[in-house]
């Protein structure tokens, strides 16, 4: 009986999706992160801070839901290797603002390219699907930002 439940959960779009990002997770790690000497966290840091340039480490907290500890650590590691800059907000000195270096812009954006180009190559096998499944994957995003218990 055991093997059937398994059988069951393996089958549900909650698994699928864990298999999904478990592979993207590991083919990043393995071909780009690495080599680059970042991770995933520090990946996802350097991408919201060129999305929301200027935003507060309190902002990239909240929008990866990573403590503020968390943030801290990878920012000051992220500053050291010169890919990110650091200012003190001038009319509360608590805020901390951050921004990409020209070294960071170089650099995300080569990551970026190369994980967009194997991540493309893997959906390129939903042919004419591709875009109904992209847009599947957003209405189920944004029903998880809307739900306070799914988070």
Not at 15 to 36: P, V, Y
Not at 41 to 46: A, R
Not at 79 to 84: H, K, M, P, V
Request: with cysteine; hydrophobic share 40%.
């Amino acid at each position: 009986m055991p093997n059937n439940r398994a059988r069951r959960f393996a089958d549900t779009e909650v698994f699928l999706l864990h298999e999904i990002a478990a592979h993207f997770d590991h083919r990043a790690k393995a071909t780009s992160l690495d080599a680059h000497g970042l991770t995933y966290s520090e990946f996802l840091l350097l991408l919201a801070v060129r999305e929301m340039p200027d935003a507060s480490q309190t902002l990239v907290a909240q929008t990866f839901d990573f403590s503020p500890s968390t943030v801290s650590q990878r920012v000051a590691r992220l500053a050291s290797r010169g890919l990110l800059t650091q200012r003190r907000d001038e009319t509360n000195r608590r805020v901390v603002h951050l921004r990409l270096t020209g070294t960071g812009e170089t650099l995300l954006s080569e990551v970026y390219d190369e994980l967009s180009s194997r991540a493309s190559a893997v959906f390129d096998v939903l042919g004419d699907r591709r875009a109904e499944f992209r847009a599947a994957l957003v209405t189920v995003c944004e029903v998880l930002q809307h739900t306070p218990h799914a988070r």
